[in-house]
């Protein structure tokens, strides 16, 4: 999904991959400006799909790219776990962000996970060093794998060992 009123949790499927902010090979799908970003944000039915995917407990996200840095995703999250009746620590194991990192750049990546670790989502680093930002497809690729081989089964269970697995 990357139209905002295609972002609707009526017939939401697992494995689902939802572009908030646009697909790069879409330029008219981007959000890229501050006005592009006020007004999704602001906009009822996008907050109202972010909230029910946020607080359904049988979704796990996994944030790819530049997505979750963004503040207005984070701001997102912070402001409705802090009004609700759960908080983010009632979420735990639910939300995963993939970021690139140098080998040497261990100390940036632990704050990075301190960082996160507010917002109760858990940093699973790659590294960049020999292909660059190139290497996520590689990540990826390795990931689709090891899901195609397992088959049928509990998807959320085995999204969340993939992932523990490779942390």
Known sequence: YSEPDKFKTT???????????????QPESLVMTIDEYLSRYQNDDFRSFLEDIFFDEQYCFLFIGYGVDEMEIIDFMIQKYSKGSKTLRSFIHRFYVLLPFFYN??????YEQMYFDQINMSVIPYAINSRGYEQIDEVLAVWRKAFEDRGTGDDFYEFNQLIEKNL
């Open 105 to 110: 750049e261990e100390p940036l990546y632990k």
């Open 11 to 25: 017939g939401l499927k697992s494995k689902t991959l939802i572009h908030l902010h646009g697909i790069i090979d």
